[in-house]
Structures are given as structure tokens and as C-alpha cells.
T-cell receptor, first 112, second 112 residues
Framework: DTGVSQDPRHKITKRGQNVTFRCDPISEHNRLYWYRQTLGQGPEFLTYFQNEAQLEKSRLLSNRFSAERPKGSFSTLEIQRTEQGDSAMYLC??????????FGSGTRLTVV | GQQLNQSPQSMFIQEGEDVSMNCTSS?????WLWYKQDPGEGPVLLIALYKAGELTSNGRLTAQFGITRKDSFLNISASIPSDVGIYFCAGQGGGGADGLTFGKGTHLIIQP
């Protein structure tokens, strides 16, 4: 078990382009979470899956954002028509029930 | 919505000193978590607290889940240089099914 893995670690994209990030959770974890973190702030919750079902979405998750976890294992987060305000660290976390809540190293997105 | 007040915002201490930081909430949480984050990395779980009144240690770290379920503190004893970083508290609501609500972090700086 290598922990929560996120890819890529860094992404620079032009405004208006679409980007997709991947998260591989700890294998036995049934819950997967996406967060966004801007400089000087704590992470902010975006959305949450239990197995393949997306059970909760934050108001921060605009309609340009979509997340999937098709087989209840890895997850993808897509941002369409990126804006400069989307620049942030995107963090994935997984847990087994409420236990072992573990974060990945994140994907740093820069929109230019 | 729920908010966490984390204090202090930053601490400048001498190596070997003890450190104390705390979080308070306007709402009840069922789980309190403490994380440490280094630059460019995701938060790393230090201590998880699941019961009101629980006091848990992890090496030189000790954390408590307040009886009212609206607060938690983290103590670090005999600080060392590698303790430098940003410490975040996080609360989770009912059933462990909610996203975490994070404080704004305590930036710990250790002077040799």
C-alpha cells in the first residue's frame, strides 16, 4: 500500500482549456474525497464518493467541475473551460468509513 | 455554515519549547483530526479523535477532543526543527460521511 496517489503533481494550462486530474486511493478505502486549497488557507471540501456513488457536492463545485469514480476505485476530477481563479492545489483523500482519513500529495494547477 | 477558529495563526518558538494550539467551532463535530502540511505536499494525519473527552498521544504530540465536541487542542512537547510546518485542525460531522471542515492553520516556526 503506497498511500493515496495523485497525478499529475503539477499542471500548467491556458485559460479556457480543460484539465483532468486522477486520484488512486488506498486500495481498501471505500470513501474518496476531493478538496481544493488556495495559498494561506486550509483545504476546502469539494465532493465525496462512497464506492462509485457521488454522495455529496459542495457549493464550491461549479458546473464546470465534474468528478467520477466509475468502478469505485480511482477517481477523476475534470475542470472545463478553466479560469484563473481555478488555480489552486487539488487534494484527494480516502478513508475506510470514518477512519484512516489520508490525503495525497495533491495536484498543483496553474491557469495562465 | 460551520467554521473553525484555529489559534494562534503563527508561533515563533525556541527549539526544545513546548507548543500548544487549539481549535474551536460554532457547531458540534463527531471527529476531530490534526494534520501537518509541508510546502507543496498534502496534509499528513497526526492524530485522530473519535470520542468527546478523548485524549490521545502520538510520540511527542498529544491532542484532546473537547467535552462539548466544539473544540480540540494539540500539544507538541520538546519541539525539534522538523516540527516546522503548518498545522491544521479539521472537524467531521455526523456518521463520518461529511467532508472535513478545516481551520486556517497554525504556522510553527522554530528558532535555533
Amino acid at each position: 500500500d503506497t498511500g493515496v496517489s495523485q497525478d499529475p503533481r503539477h499542471k500548467i494550462t491556458k485559460r479556457g482549456q480543460n484539465v483532468t486530474f486522477r486520484c488512486d486511493p488506498i486500495s481498501e478505502h471505500n470513501r474518496l474525497y476531493w478538496y481544493r486549497q488556495t495559498l494561506g488557507q486550509g483545504p476546502e471540501f469539494l465532493t465525496y464518493f462512497q464506492n462509485e456513488a457521488q454522495l455529496e457536492k459542495s457549493r464550491l463545485l461549479s458546473n464546470r467541475f465534474s468528478a467520477e469514480r466509475p468502478k469505485g476505485s480511482f477517481s477523476t476530477l475534470e475542470i472545463q473551460r478553466t479560469e484563473q481563479g481555478d488555480s489552486a492545489m487539488y487534494l484527494c483523500a480516502s478513508s475506510l468509513g470514518q477512519f484512516g482519513y489520508t490525503f495525497g500529495s495533491g495536484t498543483r494547477l496553474t491557469v495562465v | 455554515g460551520q467554521q473553525l477558529n484555529q489559534s494562534p495563526q503563527s508561533m515563533f518558538i525556541q527549539e526544545g519549547e513546548d507548543v500548544s494550539m487549539n481549535c474551536t467551532s460554532s457547531s458540534i463535530f463527531n471527529t476531530w483530526l490534526w494534520y501537518k502540511q509541508d510546502p507543496g505536499e498534502g496534509p499528513v494525519l497526526l492524530i485522530a479523535l473519535y470520542k468527546a473527552g478523548e485524549l490521545t498521544s502520538n510520540g511527542r504530540l498529544t491532542a484532546q477532543f473537547g467535552i462539548t465536541r466544539k473544540d480540540s487542542f494539540l500539544n507538541i512537547s520538546a519541539s525539534i526543527p522538523s516540527d516546522v510546518g503548518i498545522y491544521f485542525c479539521a472537524g467531521q460531522g455526523g456518521g463520518g460521511a461529511d467532508g472535513l471542515t478545516f481551520g486556517k492553520g497554525t504556522h510553527l516556526i522554530i528558532q535555533p
